[in-house]
């Protein structure tokens, strides 16, 4: 099974950006669609963003179109999250998870692997 590891989170004031990086190793990333998603206390995951094996398809949850952008490295092994104009309501921690079905999921219960996640924090 492949294994992912977050990085990018942190403190950010409202209107700025940040952009993870989720790094994958142990099979062929290539072989991956790839998720974000993320988690606030208290409420379920909610679905980020996707993206297909080769980069061709993107989709995006509603709360984040025209704000954030999925995008992958096959040759880094390496999927990102560029996250602009960023607001309060989008304190969570962020996961990476990898899906190997046919189609791009959005939702969680579809994803085979997960990363440990990275806060995201957006002050007021």
């Known amino acids: 099974q492949v294994q992912l590891e977050e990085s990018g989170g942190g403190l950010v004031q409202a209107g700025g950006s940040l952009r993870l990086s989720c790094a994958a190793s142990g099979r062929t990333f290539s072989n991956y669609n790839m998720g974000w998603f993320r988690q606030a206390p208290g409420k379920e995951r909610e679905f980020v963003a996707a993206i297909s094996r080769s980069g061709g398809s993107t989709y995006y949850g509603d709360s984040v179109k025209g704000r954030f952008t999925i995008s992958r490295d096959n040759a880094k092994n390496t999927v990102y999250l560029q996250m602009n104009s960023l607001k309060p309501e989008d304190t969570a921690v962020y996961y990476c998870?990898?899906?190997?079905?046919?189609?791009?999921?959005?939702?969680?219960?579809?994803?085979?692997?997960w990363g440990q996640g990275t806060q995201v924090t957006v002050s007021s």
């Open positions: 998870a990898a899906d190997q079905s046919v189609f791009v999921a959005i939702s969680p219960r579809f994803y085979d692997a």
